[in-house]
């Protein structure tokens, strides 16, 4: 199985549903979810800093990425298999060490990244069904 196969299939199963459905509920592009996504995990990587140097360098990504966000929102943007792939094992290592250590923080981090990286390589956001936003009117009961 090649790893675009693999990449396709992760973002098939796990990543693009939940965003198209975000995308319908708030009536936002796929890129402007994937730039949000970006800002959260900057904001993440903010919080999570233990050192000043670390701290500065998020807080300017973090900047870097709202004024992204604001100024580019509905831009279309690139994303790459093999850093999707590279996230993707990250998030994976980060969940193994959480089974054996009982750390959990930071995963977080990963899962943003992996949302915003498969909002981006979204095309069409299928339009919300008539079904789901219809008004269903019930018999009255006597």
């Not at 993440?44 to 360098?57: H, I, K, N, P, Q």
């Not at 831009?75 to 969940?95: C, G």
């Not at 069904?129 to 018999?139: F, L, R, T, Y």
């Amino acid at each position: 199985m090649s790893f675009a196969k693999i990449d396709h299939w992760i973002g098939k199963t796990l990543f693009v549903p939940p965003i198209i459905k975000l995308c319908q509920l708030t009536r936002q592009s796929q890129f402007a979810v994937s730039r949000l996504f970006w800002f959260i995990a900057a904001l993440d990587g903010f919080y999570r800093a233990e050192t000043l140097l670390g701290s500065v360098l998020w807080a300017g990504l973090s900047v870097l990425m709202m004024f992204a966000a604001a100024q580019r929102a509905d831009t279309p943007n690139t994303s790459f298999i093999f850093f999707r792939l590279l996230a993707m094992v990250m998030l994976v290592v980060d969940i193994v060490r959480g089974f054996a250590t009982g750390e959990w923080a930071g995963i977080e981090f990963w899962v943003f990244v992996l949302i915003a990286e498969y909002a981006a390589i979204i095309r069409t956001i299928p339009p919300k069904s008539s079904a789901d936003s219809a008004i269903k009117v019930s018999e009255p009961t006597p």
